[in-house]
């Protein structure tokens, strides 16, 4: 009996599921299983003062393990989305992959009814509260023009090598600030794969229902549930501006012209004032023709059509200089909005104002089948994403 059958055969009550769970892991040799007992020892009882980071699935813990290890402990909660199937994913997908740009899974707990999940602990956080935290972070960081070109480089690397390297390539369905965390040197690491999906060679795309962040959302993807690399590409596109630009993609407190960021970007691209979006932050200390380019790249990244961006080794090649961007080819980005004027009548989750457009949620705002389903993707026409809204709220 391996360690992981042990472990499900105690969590699992129905005879069926065990069946399920156990074959599912018979093959997952990487990963080390920890009692629930030496993980609350390691977080002092799960306590708030060691608690560093809430996410959709749970809240994230700062532990030192037994041999003296610091880890990064993530404790899904019972009603989060991550059920057995994600959790399963992730622990699968990551113990049979390792690059310096994705974090690295220790291993998990499956007691009782607990699903934990322990990672090589990141010193600096994630980008989204330390850059784009708008000064929230405990962590200060000076994000000069030289970091954030590496930022962007390791986590195109990190991803070239997901889409590009590993067989079945992978998806990783969910590329956004809170995502890439970064090490005590700022070496980005992409983190989360409790949503990735594997594709295997012979098939052009996916269907499948909807998870990821609104504002990050691919449109094919969120309106058909087609997913192929290409949605990466676009949620990366989404990062790479806003890592230059030092700002979330969606602000509504800013002018209404200013409030999304790729419109702003294409709006500035089209006048040729491009370089009026990089971070003021830089206080003009950065190299504008790299960060024409980048936000170039961003843009070729975003477009409406997923065939017409590039893949992610190119993107590195051209984010290195390697290879020459062909500005002929970039388009104005898609936006979910331009497919539908779609309404909603009041925040699903607490963030958004009620009358939000489809694209002006927070980075936080999570679609899940429970929002929007797309398995059967012919049938997923804006009507019934309007629907659905309705029936969320
Ligand atoms: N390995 C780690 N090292 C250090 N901090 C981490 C680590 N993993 C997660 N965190 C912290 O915990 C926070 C929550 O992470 P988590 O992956 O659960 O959710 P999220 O990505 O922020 O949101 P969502 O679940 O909605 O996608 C992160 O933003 C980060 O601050």
Request: proline content about 3%.
């Amino acid at each position: 009996m391996t360690c992981f059958s042990f472990l499900f055969g105690r969590r699992i009550d129905s005879p069926q599921q065990f069946g399920v769970v156990e074959e599912d892991l018979s093959h997952v040799h990487n990963v080390k299983c920890y009692s629930y007992k030496e993980l609350r020892n390691a977080t002092e009882d799960f306590s708030t003062a060691n608690k560093i980071g809430e996410g959709g699935f749970g809240s994230v813990y700062k532990g030192r393990l037994k041999h003296g290890e610091i880890a990064a402990i993530k404790v899904l909660s019972a009603e989060s989305r991550q059920g057995v199937p994600e959790f399963l994913a992730e622990i699968k997908t990551m113990s049979e992959i390792e690059h310096e740009n994705l974090v690295k899974l220790y291993g998990c707990c499956a007691e009782g009814n607990h699903r934990i999940l322990v990672y090589n602990y990141l010193e600096n956080n994630s980008l989204a509260q330390t850059l784009l935290g708008g000064g929230h972070s405990h962590i200060n960081i000076q994000f000069s023009w030289r970091t954030r070109t590496r930022i962007c480089i390791g986590v195109a690397r990190g991803l070239a090598f997901l889409h590009d390297e590993v067989k079945p390539c992978i998806v990783h369905r969910d590329i956004k600030a809170s995502n890439i965390l970064l090490d005590k040197d700022l070496t980005p690491k992409i983190s989360d794969f409790g949503l990735a999906k594997l594709i295997p060679d012979h098939m052009t795309h996916v269907s499948t229902r909807v998870a990821g962040t609104l504002g990050y959302l691919a449109p094919e993807y969120a309106i058909r549930g087609q997913l192929t690399r290409k949605a990466d590409l676009y949620s990366f596109g989404v990062l790479l501006v806003e890592i230059v630009c030092g700002r979330n993609n969606t602000n509504t407190r800013l002018p209404v012209a200013e409030q999304y960021l790729l419109e702003r970007a294409w709006d500035l691209y089209e006048r040729r004032e491009l370089v009026a979006l990089v971070d003021t932050a830089l206080d003009g200390d950065f190299d504008a023709e790299e960060a024409c380019r980048f936000l170039k790249i961003g843009l070729l990244c975003t477009q409406d059509n997923p065939k017409l961006r590039p893949s992610m080794s190119t993107v590195v090649r051209m984010l290195t200089g390697q290879k020459d961007l062909d500005e002929s080819k970039i388009m104005k980005p898609g936006l979910i909005s331009d497919f539908m004027d779609l309404k909603v009548r009041a925040p699903f989750n607490t963030k958004a104002s009620a009358t939000t457009s489809f694209n002006a949620f927070s980075g936080s705002e999570m679609l899940d089948s429970s929002i929007l389903s797309s398995e059967n993707s012919s049938t997923a026409t804006p009507t019934t994403l309007t629907g659905l809204y309705g029936r969320s709220i």
